[in-house]
């Protein structure tokens, strides 16, 4: 190994530990006492010989034993450089994951936003209240007749009704709010504030006043996160237009306001993966959180050092990211603190294109190179595991020349030996030299043996908690994802068009409330088809016209959707068939979530029917597996697979469906199968004749969503 250049941890740099430090210089020195054995090796040659061939081959083999010296001195001065390189490579590839799962993790959740507040827009009893207000203003001051002012009244009561039934599926809002062209709030689905809303006037804010300029009913806007009138702390708010008749196409006669707790969602993604202590209380030095594409912190783990509505306290280049989709990952201070910054500018989420945050994760700089703590045996050797997957290329070169090394000088000492004895008498006194440097080259590669050990040690106890890490990811954005769908058919199976079809039975609402679902699913382009049966399991409607004709021959009534369906008595209630092969479609598999449609669409009441909603499975949970992969410098690890298995193990979704494919029961080890709700864990394992490190968590559910006890697994081969 030539000398080598640019050395970015020589041993005197501040983050090389105590106990390092002390390893290099016992080493160093030991290899250097070689060096005068060797000239009293060569001066011995002189005395006890005076044939010129057997002092040349003396001193031959005392320069050779200082060529492999100096060779291990020169491997010594790069082998803490490479030891602290390859943690921080790996550390530094981890918390760019981190930091760019946290950022989809919230563009994911707005996209969901974009669909709510355009499909709630054409709920009828907003629009008829909001069309009874602007008539009763319409004609006259104290025009207004006894029967026209009650109407107006069980309209606005309605109108609070429906929206407090929207709260109540989807509780990641504060509030819901309708106005009126004049900006005056007509009603409200917070009831706690209503009288402080009710009746206030958000004319001059431009969430509502770009509402009002939206072209059609696919038309939203976003007011970032900024005051509001509406709350008492930083809203983020989508709006849309209320148009005339529930037509998308329709006049214009009033704004609908959604507003998003996004710090509440925020602080949960924000807070997850940061290392906590016995207390459940984050480390020190440890920060996550969001900017807005001003640089300003939008939302922090951490209020107290970094605090909303300031300018992060970063490095220019990480407040300046100008392309969407841009990271950069630096060292500097932050807090006082030497740390390392990942900052991840957000590309949106599908046709959302997001709103130019950031996410950022901060760390100490000497958390990249802790040692791990765990003794834990996993059954693998540190000679396996230093010449596996996980260990840089050169550090394993680095091994093997200490290796060559080590057997070159022993082999040396062997000669010397067996050369001391052709001397004769004479010779004894070289014996205790080559004794010598073989101890001596023994006790410093051993040292450094031992040191790589450690670093394969703490690379694998690294990459099996951040396999649990990508794990945890996968399982919670599967439960956001499913919590959302759980949402959807619940509030759905309300809907007037629905019930009302399913109450007359005739062929023109059956057509209405296909219509009706239609622009549903053009709105929310995550399902495949959306499906309403009658009581009898015959299919009366559904949303994708080319699947029409198929579906009005089925029936449904023997399927697990529909008996769950037919079960529910409650509008707040749901059900769900899990990942299974469906007839009712041509993907191989399917899964369904249902709800009852209640009749006069009451909070409870008489099942009439049952909405089944088509979750676009496959196209929608590859990209998050595929997201959760783990990555070195931004690429997938060759071998990497993630997967999802299902109560009974097996395998519902996956990125390799070549090793680990649909169905398949993968004999894993009892720790990572046999998981609690929320925990996780991490192993090794074999498999397809290939030594994997594996992460698995299990679910958690979401908010009141409890999940399907699914468990997600990120593996990564090491052979």
């Known amino acids: 190994m030539s000398e080598a250049k640019n050395i970015k941890f020589n041993i005197y740099n501040p983050i090389i530990t105590y106990e390092h430090r002390a390893a290099y210089d016992m080493i160093v020195s030991h290899?250097?006492?070689?060096?005068?054995?060797?000239?009293?090796?060569?001066?011995?040659?002189?005395?006890?010989?005076?044939?010129?061939?057997?002092?040349?081959?003396?001193?031959?083999?005392?320069?050779?034993?200082?060529?492999?010296?100096?060779?291990?001195?020169?491997?010594?001065?790069v082998f803490f450089d490479q030891l602290y390189r390859a943690k921080q490579t790996s550390s530094q590839s981890i918390s760019q994951s981190t930091a760019m799962i946290k950022i989809d993790m919230i563009e994911r959740n707005l996209l969901e936003r974009t669909c709510d507040v355009r499909w709630w827009a054409l709920e009828k009893a907003f629009w008829q209240c909001i069309t009874l207000s602007n008539n009763s203003k319409g004609s006259g001051k104290g025009k207004a007749t006894d029967s026209s002012s009650k109407a107006l009244r069980e309209a606005v009561e309605l109108a609070c009704t429906r929206l407090e039934d929207i709260r109540n599926s989807y509780t990641l809002y504060r509030d819901l709010v309708i106005a009126d062209t004049n900006g005056v709030i007509i009603a409200n689905s917070n009831a706690d504030r209503r009288s402080k809303v009710i009746g206030m006037n958000v004319s001059k804010e431009e969430w509502f006043q770009r509402a009002l300029e939206t072209k059609d009913g696919t038309e939203y806007f976003v007011q970032d996160v900024s005051s509001s009138e509406l709350e008492d702390m930083d809203a983020l708010v989508y709006s849309t237009a209320l148009?005339?008749?529930?037509?998308?196409?329709?006049?214009?006669?009033?704004?609908?306001?959604?507003?998003?707790?996004?710090?509440?969602?925020?602080?949960?993604?924000?807070?997850?993966?940061?290392?906590k202590d016995a207390n459940e209380r984050t480390l020190e030095g440890w920060f996550s959180f969001f900017t807005n594409k001003e640089g300003k912190v939008i939302c922090s783990s951490d209020e107290n050092f970094i605090p909303s509505g300031e300018i992060a306290d970063l490095p220019r280049n990480h407040r300046n990211l100008s392309s969407a989709g841009d990271v950069i990952v630096s060292t500097g201070v932050v807090c006082g603190n030497r740390s390392l910054i990942v900052s991840h500018k957000s590309k949106g989420f599908d046709e959302y294109k997001g709103l130019g945050w950031t996410s950022h994760l901060v760390l100490p700089e000497s958390a990249?190179?802790?040692?791990?703590?765990?003794?834990e045996d996993y059954g693998i050797s540190p000679q396996e595991l230093m010449n596996s997957k996980l260990i840089p290329e050169r550090n394993q070169q680095t091994y093997r020349e200490i290796q060559r090394n080590k057997g070159d000088i022993q082999l040396i000492s062997i000669n010397g030996i067996i050369l001391a004895t052709d001397l004769g008498k004479a010779g004894t006194s070289f014996i205790p030299i080559f004794d010598q440097i073989t101890t001596t080259g023994n006790s410093t590669t051993g040292k450094m043996e031992e040191l790589l050990s450690e670093m394969s040690s703490d690379m694998l106890e690294q990459n099996l908690k951040a396999l649990e890490n990508f794990s945890k990811q996968a399982i919670d954005l599967i439960d956001r994802n499913l919590f959302e769908r759980a949402a959807d058919v619940r509030w759905w199976s309300t809907d007037h068009a629905f019930w009302e079809a399913l109450q007359e039975g005739t062929d023109e609402k059956f057509e209405q409330a296909a219509k009706r679902l239609g622009i549903i699913n053009a709105s929310y382009t995550m399902y495949r088809d959306l499906v309403i049966a009658d009581s009898n399991g015959r299919i009366v409607a559904n949303s994708k016209s080319e699947n029409r004709d198929k579906l009005k021959r089925m029936n449904v009534s023997e399927q697990s959707w529909f008996r769950q369906g037919m079960q529910i008595s409650r509008s707040v209630q749901f059900g769900v068939q899990d990942v299974c092969d469906s007839d009712l479609e041509n993907e191989e598999t399917s899964l369904i979530y249902c709800g009852g449609i209640l009749e006069d669409g009451q909070r409870e009441g008489k099942v009439l029917g049952v909405l089944g909603i088509f979750f676009d499975w496959e196209n929608l949970v590859f990209p998050i597996l595929e997201g959760c992969l783990p990555r070195i410098k931004g690429e997938v690890v060759d071998g990497g697979a993630a997967f999802y298995v299902n109560d009974e193990h097996k395998v519902i979704a996956t990125t390799d469906s070549e090793n680990f494919k649909i169905g398949q029961v993968v004999n894993l080890p009892a720790e990572n199968l046999h998981l609690e709700a929320g925990e996780s864990a991490s192993g090794i394992f074999s498999a397809n004749d290939k030594k994997y490190i594996i992460g698995s968590s299990r679910t958690q559910g979401y908010r009141e969503y409890k999940g399907l006890g699914w468990t997600a697994h990120v593996v990564r081969p090491i052979d």
């Not at 990249?368 to 003794?375: D, G, K, L």
């Open 243 to 275: 148009r005339a008749d529930g037509d998308e196409q329709g006049k214009v006669i009033g704004a609908m306001g959604v507003l998003f707790d996004f710090q509440g969602e925020s602080q949960i993604i924000l807070n997850d993966y940061l290392p």
């Open 31 to 77: 290899l250097q006492e070689i060096f005068p054995i060797c000239n009293q090796g060569k001066c011995k040659a002189l005395e006890v010989s005076d044939d010129p061939q057997k002092q040349k081959q003396i001193n031959d083999l005392m320069e050779k034993v200082e060529f492999f010296s100096n060779s291990l001195i020169t491997i010594t001065k």
């Open 368 to 375: 990249m190179f802790e040692r791990s703590m765990t003794n």
